[in-house]
């Protein structure tokens, strides 16, 4: 497994990697523009994770700007996924670290990330990474 930086050609693939999670389309052509924004802003960290040339996982880091103390960034962790038929090889554990050793480049005080509670294969993934329980997160639906 290789896990590297994403690229254009990946998002028809991730596109079906979001289906089988959302089990809703996207539209690749408005990933693709998004995409090029993005990664002109230099605020997102994209990831792939390919194994046998084909993606099985991605994930999307958020470099945010902080104003308090010496205002070093913060990392926001999202969209995270994984092909169903590689999930338990490893294949987040990888992502997870490789993001995390961007954002400590990039000198980010901390990751964090919201999941639902109901997802308790996630919560266990995240908490065995070393993602702490003790603090509770909430998100509003726009």
């Not at 523009?33 to 802003?41: D, G, M, P, T, Y």
């Not at 992502?95 to 266990?124: F, N, P, W, Y």
């Not at 070393?130 to 509003?140: A, H, N, P, Q």
Request: proline share 1%; with cysteine.
């Amino acid at each position: 497994m290789i896990i590297r930086k994403m690229n254009a050609n990946d998002l028809p693939q991730l596109a079906a990697l979001y289906r089988q999670f959302w089990n809703e389309e996207s539209n690749v052509d408005k990933m693709r523009a998004q995409f090029e924004k993005v990664n002109r802003q230099k605020t997102h960290i994209l990831l792939s994770a390919i194994a046998d040339h084909r993606l099985v996982g991605s994930v999307m880091g958020v470099v945010c700007a902080e104003l308090y103390g010496d205002c070093r960034p913060f990392l926001v962790v999202e969209n995270m996924v994984v092909d169903q038929a590689t999930r338990r090889m490893g294949v987040g554990t990888h992502l997870l670290g490789e993001l995390e050793k961007q954002a400590r480049v990039r000198k980010c005080t901390q990751m964090i990330l919201v999941t639902e509670t109901d997802r308790s294969d996630a919560c266990h993934f995240y908490e065995t990474y070393g993602f702490s329980r003790d603090t509770k997160g909430y998100k509003k639906k726009l």
